[in-house]
Antibody, heavy 118, light 108 residues
């Protein structure tokens, strides 16, 4: 059974940094694109970043471009999101999710809460 | 970016009802549309992919239809476990993957 488990969330002041991790198990991690998708409190889902299976292609939503950095370690079956220059509006639950070509995000982690507040 | 618009935003219904949620794309996305269910405090759960394919294990009372720019999610015989928020997502053109704003199905 595939599983994704996020960690690294917490309370941080505006302008601060956090590094999120996502540990994968139960499937061949190297076969999948991986995304980070977030949800502000009481709001909808927002895709924010994606990395291809070999890390050759990376993309970011405009809302985080230049501040967030996605990476992965296929040997350790792990996905990361380095978040710098955090803003109050970055507050929310951050999910990692997997996808493949012409397929939706079919498996999601439980999410990790990031709170940016002074 | 492809804009996804869901309607209604909120839907009040009773157990046993049949409900329909609509999702419209700002440009054609062929059949590359998914539906997710999300319950409070939980991650989204994929229900339907390729517009009309039910994910394994999802009850048959859920069905999806449509292609191009207009899609529907239908729940026949609403069960207590179905009261949740539903999102559509396009994966025709990405990044970015884009979601509808969500439809909350609440108890009447």
């Amino acid at each position: 059974q595939e599983q994704l488990v996020e960690s690294g969330g917490g309370l941080v002041k505006p302008g601060g940094s956090l590094r999120l991790s996502c540990a994968a198990s139960g499937f061949y991690f190297s076969d999948y694109y991986m995304s980070w998708i977030r949800q502000a409190p009481g709001k909808g889902l927002e895709w924010i970043s994606y990395i291809s299976s070999t890390s050759s292609t990376i993309a970011y939503a405009d809302s985080v471009k230049g501040r967030f950095s996605i990476s992965r370690d296929n040997a350790k079956k792990s996905l990361f999101l380095q978040m710098n220059s955090l803003r109050v509006e970055d507050t929310g639950v951050y999910y990692c999710a997997r996808a493949q070509f012409e397929s939706p995000h079919d498996s999601w982690g439980q999410g990790t809460l990031v709170t940016v507040s002074s | 970016d492809i804009l996804m618009t869901q309607s209604p935003s909120t839907l009040s219904a009773s157990v046993g009802d049949t409900v329909t949620i609509t999702c419209r794309a700002s440009q054609t996305i062929n059949i590359w549309l998914a539906w997710y269910q999300q319950k409070p405090g939980k991650a989204p759960n994929l229900l339907i992919y390729h517009a009309s394919n039910l994910k394994s294990g999802v009850p048959s009372r859920f069905s999806g239809s449509g292609s191009g720019t207009e899609f529907t999610l239908t729940i026949r015989g609403l069960q207590p476990d179905d009261f949740a928020t539903y999102y559509c997502q396009q994966y025709n053109t990405y990044p970015p993957w884009t979601f509808g704003q969500g439809t909350k199905v609440e108890i009447k």
